[in-house]
Structure formats: structure tokens, C-alpha cells
């Protein structure tokens, strides 16, 4: 495919795009400038996803390092230069974007995440799987504490998803209702790694004590 061919192909593609991200992101009357960075945003976002293979190291209570069974993660990364990992906390974050353009591709994302989760619902916050992730890590920031946690950030984008579905979205139910065994899993494992001085409160653990 070259030459004229796939110049028109292109451009019906490029068409396609801002069509479909006027309709979903209802952005007329604004300049067009900023119209343009919005759409440089999204497409980085887009372009930031990635899959990612391998086993986490986690640090035990004895000082040790043990290794998760090596797992699958689709996720959106922070930067694919710099930062070419997923990251829990950022994770809720970058699909309340995504959701907004492909609830499906949401949901692969967050289904992955909870697809991590440890028999006891703890999620590792920092995802360094694969070679090529590890080598941008310093040795003593590879290993993930099983005491460490992030404000639930995907609870939010879980929330986005079900506000913007449509009234009857079966693969959204559907979804949700396979997903949330390991939610309530999740919300059990932070009420008590995670609580805070007064009943009901949290405080969010990490490397200070």
C-alpha cells in the first residue's frame, strides 16, 4: 500500500478521528489550538498503552524477596521513555480518559489491574514486569511492600464507566459483576492494611513509617 492509495486512506482515517472526537468529547466553540492539544493528549494516552509480561518482587516481612508467578499487564504507562511500567495510583487516572473514548478498552485495562491482586486483595502499586522495565528501576525500588498502598484511584474511573454508559450497557453489567468479588477483596484489604488512627479513618502506608 503506498502512493495515493494510502494518502486517501489516511485521510479518511484522520477524518474518522476528529469526527469521532468531537462526538465524544463535545468540544466546538473552543479555539482551535486547544481543541489540537486535547487531541495530542489523547492520542499520547492512547499511544502510552502497552502489555507487559513478568513476575513482581516483593519484599517480606523477614526481609526477604520472594516472586509473583509472572502475569499479563495491559495498562497505560506515565511516560514510555522514562517510565515504561504501570502504576496503580496513576492507573485510575489515565482511564477516566480512556474510558471516555473506549469504555472496552477501560475495562480490559482495569480487569488486568485486579487480575494482580494477591489472595489477601493486595494490589503491588509499582507494576515492573519484563526486562526492559526492571533496567529503568534502581535496584533498591524494585521490590513492592505488601504493607504499601495508593488511594484507590480506580474506583474512580470504575465510577466514570458506569455514569457514562449508556442506560442499557450489558457489557459494562456484565463486566462489573465478574470484577466485583475482587473489589470487595480490594476494599477489605485497605480497611485493615490501611487504617488510620479512629475507626472508620485511613492513613495511606509507605517507606516512612
Same mark, same amino acid.
Given at each position: 500500500?503506498?502512493?495515493?492509495? @494510502? ?14 472526537? &468531537? ?8 479555539? &482551535?489550538? &486547544? ?13 502510552? @498503552? ?11 516481612? *523477614? ?9 499479563? @499487564? ?15 495510583? +496513576?492507573?485510575?487516572? %489515565? &482511564? ?11 475495562? +480490559?485495562?482495569?480487569? %488486568? ?6 489472595? *489477601? ?7 515492573? @514486569? ?8 534502581? +535496584?533498591?525500588?524494585?521490590?513492592? %511492600?505488601?504493607? %504499601? ?13 458506569? +455514569?457514562?454508559?449508556?442506560?442499557? *450497557? ?40
Amino acid at each position: 500500500l503506498s502512493g495515493p492509495e @494510502l494518502s486517501s486512506k489516511l485521510q479518511r482515517a484522520s477524518e474518522a478521528f476528529h469526527a469521532r472526537f &468531537q462526538e465524544t468529547f463535545q468540544l466546538r466553540g473552543l479555539p &482551535q489550538e &486547544q481543541v489540537a492539544f486535547a487531541q495530542a493528549s489523547l492520542s499520547a494516552m492512547l499511544g502510552g @498503552l502497552g502489555y507487559f509480561y513478568g513476575s513482581s518482587k516483593v519484599k517480606m516481612r *523477614d526481609g526477604g524477596l520472594a516472586e509473583t508467578p509472572a502475569r499479563p @499487564l495491559f495498562t497505560a504507562v506515565p511516560s514510555r521513555s522514562f517510565f515504561p511500567r504501570g502504576f496503580l495510583w +496513576d492507573e485510575g487516572f %489515565h &482511564q477516566l480518559l480512556v474510558g471516555r473514548w473506549s469504555p472496552a478498552i477501560a475495562r +480490559d485495562v482495569i480487569a %488486568h489491574w485486579f487480575g494482580l491482586m494477591r489472595a *489477601d486483595g493486595w494490589i503491588p502499586r509499582e507494576q515492573i @514486569l519484563g526486562a526492559e522495565a526492571v533496567s529503568k528501576v534502581p +535496584d533498591w525500588a524494585v521490590p513492592q %511492600h505488601p504493607s %504499601h498502598a495508593n488511594p484507590p484511584t480506580l474506583l474512580l474511573a470504575i465510577e466514570a464507566l458506569l +455514569d457514562g454508559g449508556a442506560v442499557n *450497557d450489558s457489557a459494562t453489567a456484565a463486566w462489573l459483576k465478574a470484577l466485583f468479588p475482587a473489589l470487595e477483596r480490594w476494599f477489605a484489604w485497605f480497611r485493615t492494611s490501611q487504617a488510620g488512627a479512629k475507626k472508620g479513618s485511613f492513613r495511606w502506608h509507605g517507606r516512612d513509617p
